[in-house]
C-alpha cells in the first residue's frame, strides 16, 4: 500500500456536486485526518482570487501544466479515492501557500 503524505500532489476521483459521477483530478493533500485526506483543487486556470496561488516549480512538481492550487476550494477524500501520486511540492511554493493560507484562510465570524 501506497503511503499518502501532506504536500503531495495527487490525481484524484472527484465526484461531481450532483453526486452523479466523477472526474479524475489533480489535488494537494494538505494534512491527513484518519482514513480521509484534505486537500486542495489543482487547476490550469490562471488565480482568480487571493486564496488562489500559482505554482512556480509546477513542472518540478510533476504536473504537466502550469497551475494553480485554489485554497478556497477543500475537499475531505477517502484515501481510496486518490489514484495515482504525481508529484511533491516545492519548498518555495509551501511556504508561498502557507502565508496565504495564514493571511486568507481564517473562519469570517
Known sequence: ????QAGEFWVANISFTSALGFKKRPILVL?????????????????????DVALNDWAASGLRVASTVR??????LEQSLLLTKIGQISESDAERLKEVWE??????F
Open 31 to 51: 494534512w491527513l485526518d484518519g482514513d480521509d485526506v484534505v486537500a486542495a483543487v489543482v487547476t490550469s486556470a490562471k488565480p482568480r482570487t487571493q486564496t
Open 71 to 76: 485554497l478556497s476550494r477543500l475537499d475531505s
Open 1 to 4: 500500500m501506497t503511503t499518502i
Open 103 to 108: 493571511m486568507y484562510i481564517k473562519p469570517q
